[in-house]
């Protein structure tokens, strides 16, 4: 399987996979008369929501742990998006959604309900935005169900530190946990990092990472919405609720960069900056240099604006030579090469073949772990992961040298009770008379 169908575009592919998911029911189930039924709950019904339901299905049909899987109940804060979920996988997978309405749960509370529908050995997915992630994540372990659940983890540190708290007692419970950091289930990335490793590039010096492309627009609030709701339904474009897109859409490179090293950054420093006033309350454009423990450097280009040149890759320079780590995001396409000019004649290597998807693939060692009982908890190393990117956040928004220690001990945080938020909740982030927001002031803005 190629990885041109994603999660982000599940919902503009229902007619595709319901075309496919009839022709799959004409085949005998070897699994018809079984009663290890993996029953899943999703809270959060966007599009990596609905996307991971259909990519948990798939996998259930693949070579590794197969075995029928079935969705039996939805909630999500908004009735209208559950809605919507509800119908493009009835029609995807008709046969395998059992949701009735009695387990279609709206509100603030309703990812209690939705869980409260599982048995110790079912999953819950936890796919909302990243603010709400570790209280998801804490009620999730608590009952005693594995978890899948979507990046970003954590918008803040004191929230890394809960899910890390919640992740110990996965560990306690023997709760298999699965991120999604989907590029560590990767084939083609797993073959070039190993080659790193082993050395095919020498000594690892350098990484760049990019993500640059258009714009992530904040739309006008419609008149008479809700503040917080409005910020709620256009998270991307607010830090407090899904992390801010350098962290919500580059914590996929930052992870592999790290994993490529080997190691976690010290220290990070960074600039940033609003060209395009519809950026929300971020920047639309960012440049981070981390350095590792060894002094190697790791710099993070993201920019969204339009018009301009866009790469979407992840690069690795050694003493040896250099590695293409990924040269697009539909299809990894690594390459090692003899030297830093990264061209044809000095190729060394090539994967030279399609790679397994990735989203189907994280699911396929997840139902193994749940199946068969493998240890597997990705939860430590996402909080991990998640302070690297707290500190180029922080880094570029306060003009300040962000360490480790001060990302993974700071007690800033973006709402300081997420336990109790509600519609009538003052609104995290403040409109300008205008309608806009405020963009961070680097020496002014405190992240830390």
């Known amino acids: 399987m190629n990885t041109s169908t994603t999660r982000r575009n599940f919902l503009k592919s229902a007619g595709i996979l319901a075309t496919a998911a009839a022709a799959a029911q004409m085949a005998p189930s070897l699994y018809a008369a079984s009663d290890n039924t993996v029953h899943l709950a999703l809270i959060g019904c966007g599009g990596r929501g609905s996307g991971a339901v259909a990519d948990?299905?798939?996998?259930?049909?693949?070579?590794?742990?197969?075995?029928?899987?079935?969705?039996?109940?939805?909630?999500d804060l908004f009735a209208d998006r559950l809605a919507s979920s509800h119908k493009n996988l009835s029609e995807a997978f008709s046969d395998k959604i059992d949701v009735p309405k009695d387990r279609q749960f709206s509100g603030w509370?309703?990812?209690?309900?939705?869980?409260?529908?599982?048995?110790?050995?079912?999953?819950?997915l936890l796919t909302t935005h990243a603010v709400f992630r570790p209280m998801h994540f804490e009620y999730a372990v608590a009952k005693g169900v594995h978890v899948f659940m979507e990046k970003s983890f954590a918008v803040d540190s004191p929230a890394v530190r809960r899910m890390m708290q919640s992740a110990q007692e996965a560990d306690k419970k023997n709760l298999k946990v699965s991120v999604g950091f989907m590029w560590r289930h990767s084939k083609a990335r797993?073959?070039?990092?190993?080659?790193?490793?082993?050395?095919?590039?020498?000594?690892?010096?350098?990484?760049?990472?990019?993500?640059?492309?258009g714009p992530n627009h904040c739309p006008k609030k419609p008149a008479g919405m809700n503040e917080v709701e409005f910020q709620i339904r256009s998270a991307?474009?607010?830090?407090?609720?899904?992390?801010?897109?350098?962290?919500?859409?580059?914590?996929?490179?930052?992870?592999?960069?790290?994993?490529?090293?080997?190691?976690w950054p010290v220290t990070a420093q960074g600039f940033g900056g609003r060209t395009h006033a519809a950026a929300?309350?971020?920047?639309?454009?960012?440049?981070?240099?981390?350095?590792?423990?060894?002094?190697?450097?790791?710099?993070?280009?993201?920019?969204?604006m339009p018009g301009c040149w866009e790469t979407y890759s992840d690069i690795a320079h050694g003493s040896k030579g250099s590695a293409m780590i990924m040269t697009d995001l539909g299809d990894a396409k690594p390459k090692i090469y003899k030297s830093h000019n990264m061209i044809p004649g000095d190729l060394v290597w090539d994967y030279g073949?399609?790679?397994?998807?990735?989203?189907?693939?994280?699911?396929?060692?997840?139902?193994?772990?749940?199946?068969?009982?493998?240890?597997?908890?990705?939860?430590?190393?996402?909080?991990?992961?998640?302070?690297?990117?707290?500190?180029?956040?922080?880094?570029?928004?306060?003009?300040?040298m962000i360490t480790w220690d001060q990302a993974m001990n700071s007690n800033f945080q973006f709402v300081a009770d997420i336990d109790h938020l509600t519609f009538d909740s003052p609104a995290p982030v403040k409109p300008l008379p205008d309608?806009?927001?405020?963009?961070?002031?680097?020496?002014l803005t405190k992240e830390i």
């Not at 509370?109 to 819950?124: H, M, N, R, V």
């Not at 797993?190 to 760049?208: C, T």
């Not at 996929?252 to 080997?262: E, L, M, P, Q, R």
Request: charged fraction near 20%; aromatic fraction near 10%.
């Open 280 to 304: 929300g309350e971020q920047f639309d454009h960012y440049t981070v240099e981390f350095t590792f423990p060894d002094g190697t450097k790791l710099m993070e280009f993201a920019r969204h």
């Open 236 to 263: 991307t474009c607010f830090s407090w609720a899904s992390s801010g897109f350098l962290i919500d859409w580059h914590c996929h490179n930052i992870d592999v960069a790290c994993w490529a090293k080997g190691a």
């Open 435 to 443: 309608g806009g927001y405020a963009a961070p002031v680097p020496g």
């Open 190 to 213: 797993q073959e070039v990092i190993k080659r790193i490793h082993d050395g095919a590039i020498g000594d690892v010096n350098l990484l760049r990472i990019y993500r640059v492309h």
């Open 56 to 75: 948990a299905l798939s996998a259930s049909e693949g070579k590794v742990a197969p075995g029928p899987v079935k969705l039996v109940a939805m909630a």
């Open 109 to 124: 509370d309703a990812y209690k309900k939705a869980i409260d529908c599982l048995k110790p050995g079912d999953i819950a």
């Open 353 to 400: 073949k399609p790679d397994y998807n990735p989203y189907v693939a994280e699911w396929d060692v997840l139902l193994d772990a749940v199946r068969n009982n493998k240890k597997h908890n990705e939860a430590h190393r996402a909080c991990e992961s998640q302070i690297a990117g707290i500190m180029a956040r922080a880094a570029a928004n306060t003009g300040q």
